[in-house]
């Protein structure tokens, strides 16, 4: 079944415990993202890769690193979370020319919470 | 920048009314994708929806269709026979033609469909 996962699907943590929410999809996918979801604000992109080692800044990547050492996996750090960084997150995939056009596969999503 | 404003926080119908969920960008890009993704409770991220803006005929699938204006950068969602699995937060989203690898996501509509 072609899927993106994600885990945790939830997690508490406090303040400054670094974490990973680790996101892994079984489509071969070139093009893949993170975005955080928010009340109010829908979902807003935090990083992208396109490819295997190649990531850059979407527009809230404060606080955020990624990597993408294999085609599969495009894991989202937070190396110290704050309280701001309560948020349900979202990993997503597509082929290159699919991103083009917008049509994402998403994750069930992580909701994390940090006191 | 480009934005995306859904002014509809939430909804509610009977089922198999019709439903219309609004949405507005603003945008100087002449062309660009426009979407409506669907969450329902599961959190899952769906497609519903594209509309690629130079085509003048609305999208459709099945019972999903939507008012595209472009001149008005609007961008409407009309769900017919609404269902109880249409039960869901809508999230109108944009994409220019070319440049930033992101969708810019509205605020969301939350419907409810009420037996």
């Known amino acids: 079944e072609a899927q993106v996962t994600q885990n945790p699907r939830y997690l508490i943590t406090v303040t400054g415990k670094k974490l990973t929410v680790t996101c892994s999809q079984n489509?071969?996918?070139?093009?893949m993202s993170w975005y955080r979801q928010d009340p109010g604000l829908g979902l807003r992109q935090i990083y992208y890769s396109m490819n295997v080692e190649v990531t850059d800044k979407g527009d809230v990547p404060e606080g955020y690193k990624v990597s993408r050492k294999e085609k599969r996996n495009f894991p989202l750090i937070l190396e110290s979370p704050s309280p701001n960084q309560t948020s349900l997150y979202f990993c997503?995939?597509?082929?290159?020319?699919?991103?083009?056009?917008?049509?994402?596969?998403f994750g069930e999503g992580s909701r994390l919470t940090v006191l | 920048a480009q934005t995306v404003t859904q002014s509809q926080p939430e909804m509610s119908v009977q089922e198999a009314e019709t439903v219309t969920l609004s949405c507005t960008y603003d945008t100087s890009e002449s062309n660009y994708y426009l979407f409506w993704y669907k969450q329902p409770p599961s959190r899952q991220m769906i497609l519903v929806i594209r509309q690629e803006a130079y085509k003048q005929q609305n999208a459709t699938e099945n019972r999903f269709s939507v008012n595209f204006q472009k001149a008005a950068k609007s961008f409407s969602l009309k769900i017919s026979d609404s269902q109880l699995g249409d039960t869901a937060m809508y999230f109108c989203?944009?994409?220019?033609?070319?440049?930033?690898?992101?969708?810019?996501f509205g605020q969301g509509t939350r419907l409810t469909i009420n037996p």
């Open positions: 997503a995939s597509s082929t290159r020319q699919a991103a083009n056009t917008g049509e994402l596969f």
């Open positions: 489509m071969n996918h070139e093009y």
């Open positions: 989203a944009f994409r220019v033609y070319q440049g930033a690898q992101k969708l810019v």
